[in-house]
Every structure is written in C-alpha cells, then in structure tokens.
C-alpha cells in the first residue's frame, strides 16, 4: 500500500513537472491586428523607442525586429530573394538598398509628404523605391584618458591614423559586416581615389588592433580604453561620450564618409496597407525628431537640430558622397577588402 | 514494439540524417543550386583566407589539450589519490564551467587580460585577442569534461596494486608512473580526444576573444551569417565534421577496450594520509579552483560596474537588457522555456529510445541502425547541426517548413545535438537491470508497456533525472547548435550574449551570461534535492 501512494506521489510530482513546463511553454503572447516582419540595422539600443514610438499613433501594427549588421541584413535579404521574409525596411543603409534595387526586391511607392525630404535624401525616381532617414557619419572616438597615458597626439585627419605612433591603437569595422566600415572604405576611395585610398588602408592596416563585426564596437572599445581610438560614427560617439565615456570626438579633416538610413518596402509583401502606414509614418516630422534624437542630420535637413557633443555644423563635415557610385561597386570593394586584409592572421601588437 | 522503434527513429531519421544528408550535398552545390562537383572544395583550397584557418583550429585544439588534459589529471588525482580536506568542495567548484557559455570566459578574459585588463601585465605585452585568449577560453571550458572523465577512470583503482607497490617499495612517483597513470590510460585517451573535439568545434570562445584569428567554427558563422554564402559554409562544415568524427571514432575504439579493466576481485582505493602530499595537492586544488572562480567572479564584477574601467561605482543599468541590443528580457524566458521542453520532451524522447535499443526482442538491424544515429550527434557540431538544418527546414518543398524560426525547431534541435550523452546515460541504467524482468512479464502476460511503466521508469528513475538536468543547462549554455535557427520571436539568451558582445555592450553580454549560470545553479540544485527525495522512494530496493 504504502509503496503504491509513493509510486503515485512520484508519478504525480514528475506529470506536475510536465505540465508547468508546457504550460509556461504554451504561454503565448496576445496577437495584435497586423504584424510587420521589419529588417533593420537600427542600432540595437533605440529598436524599442522606435517601435514605440510608431505604435502611438498606430498601436494595431505590431512591428517584429529583424536586427543586425548593415552587411549582415543586406546579405540576408539578398539570399532570401527568391522568397522574402521582410515585409519593410526600415533603416538600412542606401547604398545597400540600391543594391537590392536593380534585383527588383523593392517596392515604389510615394509616402505621403515625400517631397518634403532634402532631394538627396530620396530615391530619385518617382514613386521613389526608398526614402531617407537621416545621415550618419563617420567619425573617430579618441580616448583622452589613455592618450595622456601614452603620449598619443590627437589626430585630426584620416591621414595622421596611419602615423607609426598609433601602431595596433586603432580599432575599425569589418566593411564585409558594418555599414560604418563599408562607408570608411568608400569613402576613402573616394576622397583618395582608388590607388592611392587602397594605398591609405595598406599603411592603416599597420595600425589596427581588431577589425570588429558592428561599427558601433569600436567606439565603446575606445571609450573603454581597450583601443584608445576608434573609426566609428557621430551618434555612438555621443551617446559613448553621454554615458561618461572620457572621449574626444575628432572629424578628421580631410571629411567624413557617411550613408543614410533609409526605408522601403520589399516586393512581394503580404501586408501591404500596414507597410505603407509604416512608410508613411517613417517620413512625418514625429519620425524625424526621433531620428534627431540621435542624429544630427535628418532627412527634412531645415528640421535638424544640435545633438548634444556634436557640432552644429555637421553638413559641413560630410564628404561628397556617390552613393551610387559606392553601390555599384560595393561587392567588388569587399572582395578586393576581404583579399587584402581579411586573412590577418594575427592582431599586430 | 516496431511501431515504437519506426516512430523515434523517424524522429532521428527527419531531424539528424536528412538534415546531414542534404548539407554534403549542398557543399556539391553552385549558388543556383546546380551540381557542380567538388569546384567549391576547390575554391575553399586556393583561398589562403580560408583553407590556413585549418591549421589555426588545429593548433589551438592541440595547444588546449596538451594544457588541460594534464591539468585535470592531476586535479583528479588530487581529489581520488589524497585525503585533502574539502575535496567535494573542489569537485563542485572544477564543474563550474558547465553551468555558463562558452562565451563568457571569452568576455571575462578581455576584463582580465586586456588592454585594460586587471591582470594584463601577466601577458608581457602578448594581445589576448587572439590564439592566446582562444586557448585560456578553452582550458576553462574544457576542464570539467577532461576532469569527470579522468575522475571515472580513476576510481576504478584496484587497491591491491598499490598494496604490491608499497610492499615493493617502489617509490611514490614510481607508483604514479607505473600503477596509477596506465590504470587511468583509457580515460587519459578518452578525455583527450573529447577535449580536442570540443575546442574544434566550439565556435564561442573565438568569437568573443578570437581577434583575427580565424578559426573553422568562426568561419562557417561569417560565410554564412556575413556573407550568406550557404554553399560555402557547407564546404567548411564538411571540412570541420572531418576531425570531429576521427577523434569520435578512435574515442569510441577506446571505451570499448576499457570494459573489462576491472574484476570482481578488485578491492577499492582508499588513500591514507600523507601531511605533505595532502598539502601540495590542496594548494594546487586552490590555485586551480581560484583560477576558475575568478572567470566567474570578474564576468559578476564586470556586469555591475557603470563604466569598466573609468568609474567603477556599482550599477543595475547593464541589467536593463530591454534597452540593450539582442533580445531583451524576452530572449531569456524563451531560453528557459526552451530549457524546460528539451529536457522534459528528450528525456521522454532519450530514455524509450533506449529502452526500445537495449529491451526490444528481434528487428536487430532496425536496431542496429537506431544505436548508430543515437551516437552519431556527439561527432556533430552544433554549428554544422544548425546549418543542417537550414537547408532542410527551410526547402520550401519539405512540409515541415511550417517549424522554420520556431520554438519548435529550436526544441527538435537541442534534443539531437545532446542526444548521445543522454542515450548513453539510458542505456547504462538499463543494462543495470536483469532482463528477467521482460522474461517474467511476458510470461505473466503483461504486455511490455506496462513493465516499461511499473518497472523499468522507477528503477531507472534517477537517470533519467540526470538526463533531464544534462539536456536542461545545455539548453541554457548552446550557441552554436541554435545561432542559425532562431528566429525574431525566439531569440535565446545565449544569442543575446552574443549580439550583446558584437554591438559592444560587453557589460550587458556578462550580465546575461551570469543570468544563464545563476539559474543553472538553480536548477542543479533543485535536481540534487529532487533527486535525493526520489531516490528515498524509488531506490529503497537496493538497500537491505
């Protein structure tokens, strides 16, 4: 008898486990109207305030992220061309989106009030295949602390990286994974022109610690002191310096390269009237001052306040960009990247 | 019977064997997937970038075995061999690194050793992003692997050979030259060739703290999460199963010929005390334990500092993952939840497996071909299961695309990637048992199901909780068999870690990491106190 009540006790103990395993297991989350599958290279920190912010005025539209890299998300949606996941983009860099525009990936359309966006900041057919966010920039994440500590002068231009004093201080993205490190890249190219900006990243190439996966690492390496400067860009430089990071943010003076984040829809999609609320939205000036919040420079230019630790001047540090140009060629730039440095074998001390 | 047998090995059929089937096959494959024959091998060849990180990966595999293997002998021969005080103490304390990711010793490691690291001057000047990092990452990994195998085989000591010894003289480093290390030989082998195995094919540690140095599992994550270059990451997977299945398959070679080391006749080891052996061990116990300790404690330290290493004021910001990059929160309930399905389902799954391998009358070759895929997952890297299982789950002519990016797949997944060392574990409890027991029943005319349930499940019942508490915190702690397959609604803990360390919120990534450890503790303890009360009840048999 008593053995029998112990074998049921037991029985029940393991099928009351079962249960509150599955039962947590089934809890499923309230499903909302319309679901949108988003793909973005949103810095992963302001995905929520976005979401957010969209579903004040459309709380119906639930917005699932897809987050990761620039080179990341554009590989992903290249290889799922054939059968798209994404149903909108929504920050991702141009140049990048004018690749997936010749495949015919993207859907035209015409948010309302487009034509209120600066010209450069949209796709110049019309209906446009994409729209403009804001500009981001490149810039260097100089550790004021750390320099002090190694007698490093600041730099002031690009060129002055390739000093034998910065030997294995500097940190840069991967151009092949970071829409920050492709837009370096390019923007050298350019600045330079090929042979002689190939020739810069050659002697660069002396100089780097780490090359890191997002452009954002190695601005918080720098402020961390771990690599006392990093090629990053103006927004996590300020929001590095905000969180007490001991930084200077240098614009080097030659220009710095950027892109511009931007929206589209992808062909194809399924929730087509939710895409095009989202589209719609992501140019009102609610979706601009949130842009602003972090950028200095948003897609309606006259609308663009002062970030606080950038300057005021910020247009005038952008370099001439082609962003066609740099589209065009993208995949040959990182070939010709990958072949050159990518078989590092071992961070230069 | 059959039925039972053909629905599990279907099972292992759908979600090991095709997946695998039709990775080689895509590696044959252009990007229009056309055959074209060996061209990407080819390919992968004349590319310096990716054919010199075969050596790399074998470098650090060996460089990280000739370290730990030693290192954890001599640990257990100090836990076996000495009368120590607070040897389990020092046994819980060496099994630590089970319970955290295979990317938090990288994230600890950069606290301690890097540019800014507490301890950095102990490097000369040496970076810690790269071959170095990877390789203290995996010494701490692979320790208690290397340890519990050892620990196994030496407490299979037959005292009366240390009798012989001492009553010969032979002095102590003779006795440890000439009776305990060939007694300890197989598990010597053994825990080589499991720790060599785990370095090559682990993709966490490199990936934090491998710099640019590239590895075969950090590239096979960039061909085909950087570049989508599925084919490729194929060709490398095929490429990184390749030492895996050696060092698997001379493993198994081995186990095979440890069986009968020990006789019935044999008498159990019980060391006297030796002040000053005892002492030397228990200093080393101490630097070693310490060692692995501060892995943990810095990964804690760094999780709750503001701004590592400008202010260190203590904060819960880093905790706030819901404003961090990853998946929040969210990410770590769905790791738990995954956590609970794949030890609840796979030791259900695990265990009538083995029951069906080991009781089952007749159908030998089904059962035959049942065993070998039950033991194929542990020469299978997570990593190659994943992408795997890409390919097969996400043909949009295979009608079980539906799981694709579910919590389903995830599920499926992590059940085969550990299904060996639970299938093992099964099929040792069941041996245990007199097949009298089927005898008599069917003779009673019981039908087998109910044997299984009255008999066989409470005997075997504390295995069958260490199956349970095995597939629980390696559900917890994998990245590389889910870092493919998850989706936007199931990201893991584990995965947040590593989106965490990628946009540079490292503090955050520790946080997360150190949520991962603190609820394995948990759960191991609650399996210890589950596992007592059930042994009281169910176990009562053994005891006279």
Partial sequence: ?????????????????????????????????????????????????????????????????????????????????????????????ATSLLVLKPEGMLMPYAPKGVERLDAQFRDKDNPPTWVGMDAWVAALCFNTVEAQKKNLPKPASWKDLTKPVYKGAVVMPNPASSGTGFLDVSSWLQLFGETEGWKYMDALHQNIGVYTHSGSKPCTMAGAGEYPLGVSFEFRAARQKKQGAPIDIVFPSEGSGWDMEATAIVKGTKNLEAAKTLVNWSVTDKAMKLYNEGYAVVAISKMSQPVEHLPANMLEHMAKNDFQWAATNRAKILAEWEKRYGAKSEPKK | MRLFIGVIGLYLVAALALPLGLMLAKSLQGSRDEFVGLANYVRYFSTPALSQSIGNSLGVSILSTVITVPLAFLYADALTRSRMPFRGFFKTVALVPILVPSLLPGLALVYLFGNQGLLKAALFGHSIYGPIGIVMAEVFTTFPHALLIVLAALALADARLYEAAVALRASRPKIFWTVTLPGARYGLISATFVVFTTVVTDFGAPKVIGGQYNVLATDVYKQVIGQQN?????????????PAVFAFMVDRAVRRRQVALLSARAVPYEPKPQPLFDLLMLAYCVVIGCALLSIVAISQFAAVVKFFPYNLALTWAHYDFDQKGGGGWASYYNSIRLALLTSVVGTVVVFVGAYLVEKARGFALGRGIFHFLAMLPMAVPGLVLGLAYIFFFNAPANPLNVLYRTMTILVVNTIMHFYTVGHLTALTALRQMDPEFETVSASLKQPFYRTFWRVTVPVCLPSTLDIAIYMFVNAMTTVSGVVFIYGPKTELASISVLNMDDTGEIASAAAMAMMIFYTNVGARMLHLILARALERRTQAWRRR
């Fill in chain 1, 1 to 93: 008898m008593a053995e029998k009540t112990v074998r049921l006790g037991s029985l029940l103990a393991c099928a009351a486990i079962v249960a509150a395993a599955i039962g947590f297991a089934a809890t499923t989350v309230r499903a909302a109207k319309a679901t949108l599958t988003v793909y973005t290279a949103v810095e992963a920190d302001d995905l929520k305030k976005y979401a957010a912010r969209f579903n004040e005025d459309y709380p119906d539209i639930e917005i699932k992220w897809v987050r990761d890299s620039t080179g990341v998300i554009t590989a992903k949606l290249l290889a799922e061309k054939a059968n798209p996941q994404a149903d909108v983009i929504w920050g991702l860099a």
């Fill in chain 2, 230 to 242: 599925f084919q490729m990451g194929a060709v490398v997977s095929v490429i990184l199963l390749v």
